[in-house]
């Protein structure tokens, strides 16, 4: 497909340019950058003035629900809620039913990816069979069927001797291991973040100790195995401390976080609120800070949204029974954006952290607007207020704890391989 | 003044008028109890659930008996007997329920907040008879009815309250009620029992030592030691628990000479409480469940929009 975006703010961090120019992509490919370009007769145009022009943002950590769980959200609709809020590649993760811990699995989400998403759909597998903890999954088929990464996630590896072979039988494979870190037995039966909300509410606890002991695991693995990990939602100040230390001496270590962990609080719980429940759960006022400066100073390389869709039968509960997570897509810019505004990040910089680096956490040809790169571009309407309704999403679920929030900040245009999939 | 809430879920929301009131009416009430013929008619016609998700004698029971001497109708569903076993959702339960116009439905649940969860659904008034570790308001009221009955006021008193306060929704009642009332609460328990921020809740002394918070105590309330919740990792034995925070004769003595021991009930003898104490003449226990009847009449009374009793 062929695009001409003219006259936006082309923001993009692996070049370091920030400057206003046109962007001509040919055949789904970055032909050119520059003023002034023209195209062909017929050549579709974006009047990109007053808007950004970055390279496609990624989102490395959601939750498609396909196969399996189809209910709550699927291939097209998760990757329409993607399209919708600035995406062009989401990397999807393996607790579907059945996990995504074979070929097979692998080959069914990417194939139907092919035939129905809107965006570039990247499966993440499971470490171990089964997401079981119990033996490793096939990586290296995994990965020959276009997986990015292998994670548990929902649960912990809380073998550490199968976590260590994990990291050096993924290095060996040359696949990301994406680490859901949680000390289960300090978890318990908790199910919001341990602290004065939690007394008050009579809600049991979760403790930051049972995130930071296996973030701290983790670490000490990858030392240990001279092997990267990525660590998924980080949520304490106590996370950020470990990887800024470990990073100091040389840790190949790289994490992310949500947007719901540097905007919320436990506060949020109150009422009951299951659309405040997720795993890791909403934290204190300190640990929201450190999240920020933990953006702020590049210990944090990504933010992804775990993106978890469910559907009301399972929100819509006692917040005991609720099942944890909120769905994240199309709220994700705005909310990132607003660190812009506090000045935690400069546009750069946030760029990296919704682009670039995912795309270099994973190993992907994203992430950037090089000549030559795939044409994956989302167009920013970065003063665009809008209100966030549950009508309007377009993921097939609505936990979300921002319905009604007030939002700046929107994508125009989402266009993957030079074909605009989202419009506003 | 009337009392102004569809529903009693938690002593957090009870102003110190609402409160003096309900315990007013309780005490006008209670005569009632006396008589020879227990009943007057002011809820006939009214029709009261009593949801219990969670084993109760104590409090279904009072329930229940005010409810009678009130001539509502009382209707018991317990959750084994109920269809709660075939996975039916509470949401559910309570849309069934509804369609059976109930008046009042006072409910026990495991969870905290599904009294807030229920009131949202339902049209009718809804009484919170213990959510999880959240609060247990007619619990709370009917302990203030006590300690006020005993030394005439609430305001200035000092109470006590050992044990397990993190598991206890009838600590944190007394904590919002007492502290609302202008009582002062010192609490004592084992660390791993102690909830975090727990003396930003109320007008809350958090002691180390039991001793400490029964000094000079007018009220020495004991929570329930429950074994089965909180055997595996909390506390090494029964044992160990009972010689640090049991209240026996000896502690006993550093509160007031006229204090008064409360316990919520079911004692564990032996643990919390060494049966001497529980049988003194200090212990009030009996008569909490006494108060008990009168507080939750006066709950019902009031959520139907009863006007103050004279």
Redesign the interface.
Known sequence: MNLLIKGGRVIDPSQGIDETMDVLIADGVILELGQGLTAPEGTPTIDASGLLVTPGLIDMHVHLRDPGLEYKEDIATGSRAAAAGGFTSVACMPNTSPVIDNKAVACYVVNKAKSEALVNVFPVGSITKGSKGDSLAEMGDLKEAGCVAVSDDGKPVCNSELMRRALEYAKGVGITVISHSEDLALVGEGVMN???V????????IPWAAEDIAVAREVYLAEFAAAPVHIAHISTAGSARIIRNAKARGVKVTCETAPHYFTLTDDAVR??NTNAKMNPPLRGESDVAAMKAALADGTIDAIATDHAPHHP?EK??????ALNGIVGLETSLPLSLKLVEEGVLDLKGLVSVMSCNPAKILGIDRGTLRVGAVGDVTVIDPGKEWQVEADKLESKSKNSPFLGWKMKGKAAYTVVKGQVVYQA | MGFRHKDIIALKDLTKQEIELLLDTADNLSEINQRDIKKVPTLRGKTVINLFYEASTRTRTSFEIAAKRLSADAVNITASTSSVVKGETLSDTAANILAMKPDIIVMRHSVSGAHEYLAKRVSCSVINAGDGAHEHPSQGLLDMLTMRQKFGKLAGLKVAIVGDITHSRVARSNIYGLTTMGAQVFLAGPPTMMPPGIERLGNVTVCKDMREAVDQADVVMMLRIQLERQGKTLLPSMREYSRYFGLNPAVLALAKKDAIVMHPGPINRGVELASSVADCDQSAILKQVENGVAVRMAMLYHVCGGEPVE
């Open positions: 341990e602290g004065f939690s007394t008050e509410l009579g809600l049991k606890g009422g009951y039968d819509d509960v006692e917040f005991n029974v």
